[in-house]
């Protein structure tokens, strides 16, 4: 199945291993934005505030439906020059998203985690492996005014997944 090429070197990256709790969702969200504003995505930005938005709703995910205890969960962050790779893995491979995220009743208490990722991304989807899953995202990125932004996404595509699948990472 088709996946987004990337450079072969990002320019930057970081993967944090965090406890599978509200806990270690919330501060997985803190870390994202800490990390973005030190790779000079402001902290008070658009793209910034896409990306927590997207790393909150995959790491509550991970914490709710991809728990494993005693098991973590890992944050990775992968900055290119024109994308920002969001991915979240957890141990429960056989608990996937569902590929066309719908929008929960009006008065639901939750169901709306994946519908705000694909709202957002340019392109998401899910990479299986031997061990769980890794849920990732895609923000496209431009240069404006000598600062990165998302690119809005005009294509009814862009909130279709993309799944994958992966011996092991």
């Known amino acids: ?6 450079p072969a070197t990002p320019l930057r990256e970081i993967t944090e291993r965090l406890s599978a709790t509200p806990r270690g969702a919330r501060l997985a969200r803190r870390l994202a934005r800490y990390h973005l504003d030190g790779w000079g995505i402001a902290y008070d930005s ?3 505030g896409a990306a927590e938005a997207i790393v909150a709703e995959l ?3 991970a914490v709710t439906h991809g728990r494993v205890p005693g098991r973590d969960f890992e944050l990775s962050l992968t900055l290119h020059a024109d994308t920002l790779r969001i991915e979240v893995t957890d141990t429960r491979g056989e ?3 569902p590929e066309t995220p719908e929008p929960p009743a009006p008065d639901g208490e939750s169901g709306r985690g994946l519908v705000i990722v694909a709202a957002l991304a340019a392109e998401w989807g899910v990479d299986g492996r ?3 899953k890794t849920v990732w995202a895609h923000l496209a990125l431009v240069e404006e005014a000598g600062r990165r932004t998302a690119a809005a996404s005009t294509s009814p595509a862009a909130a279709t997944p993309v ?3 992966k011996a092991s990472r």
């Open 163 to 165: 799944a994958t699948q």
């Open 130 to 132: 031997t061990v769980g």
């Open 59 to 61: 790491a509550i995910n």
């Open 95 to 97: 608990r996937t998203p």
């Open 1 to 6: 199945m088709p996946t987004q090429a990337q």
């Open 46 to 48: 658009e793209l910034s």
